[in-house]
């Protein structure tokens, strides 16, 4: 069974640190992975996508993929209240365009 | 632009009604999905329509009925619900490239409520 992992939760940080999100998927042929951030209630909002090995950086975002590890990470730099959401984690293969969520990492910013 | 647009935000529903959810994206977007998301719970894909050819999550009940007049638009039928299929419904869109894996751009959802 193709998975993503995730962990729920709830990751607390002071306002103005460093948030680290971790995401591990089991299916070596994923090709393709994106973060999403969902605030209660709304619906996801994509904040960054990522393809290749390595870093790929975004304002304050720098998403991380690691293949030889099977290992998706979002770094939250300088983080802010408003940052403070459910981040979702997806992964997808070269095999049509279907998505395999992990159930979410809980993120609180606290002021 | 990557707008996808949802109608209603919100549905009220008895068990006995018959109602419909709406999707629309003006992005040129060949692949249409329907997820359902209970709280604190990732999406759940119900359905795919790919250059107007279906896909379907085998677990959803035939109580759900996609349909695709056209490659900008997605309608849900809902029949005959249960209270348990009270959850947010998200369209989202994307653009189904041969390679696939690409960006799916998600609408605001309808909010269902079945009593």
């Known amino acids: 069974q193709k998975e993503v992992e995730q962990n729920s939760g709830p990751l607390s940080v002071p306002e103005g640190a460093i948030a680290s999100l971790n995401c591990t998927y089991s299916?070596?042929?994923?090709?393709?992975f994106f973060w999403y951030r969902q605030y209660s209630g709304k619906s996801p909002e994509l904040i960054m996508f990522i393809y290749s090995n390595g870093d790929k950086e975004d304002g304050r975002f720098t998403a991380q993929l690691n293949k030889a590890s099977q290992y998706v990470s979002l770094l939250i730099r300088d983080s802010q209240p408003s940052d403070s959401a459910t981040y979702l984690c997806a992964g997808a293969g070269w095999a049509g365009n279907m998505l395999t969520f992990g159930g979410g990492t809980r993120l609180m910013v606290k002021p | 632009d990557t707008e996808v647009t949802q109608t209603p935000k919100h549905l009220v529903m008895g068990m006995t009604n018959k109602k419909s959810l709406k999707c629309e994206q003006h992005?040129?977007?060949?692949?249409m999905y329907w997820y359902k998301q209970k709280a604190k719970k990732p999406p759940e894909l119900m359905f795919v329509y790919s250059y107007e050819k279906l896909s379907i999550n085998e677990s959803v009940p035939s109580r759900f009925s996609p349909e695709c007049p056209n490659s900008s638009l997605l309608n849900l039928h809902l029949h005959a619900l249960q209270p348990e299929d009270s959850a947010l419904y998200l369209c989202a869109s994307s653009q189904a490239l041969a390679g696939g894996g690409e960006t799916q751009y998600f609408g605001p959802g309808t909010r269902l409520l079945v009593l």
């Open positions: 299916d070596r042929g994923s090709q393709s």
């Open positions: 992005m040129g977007h060949r692949a």
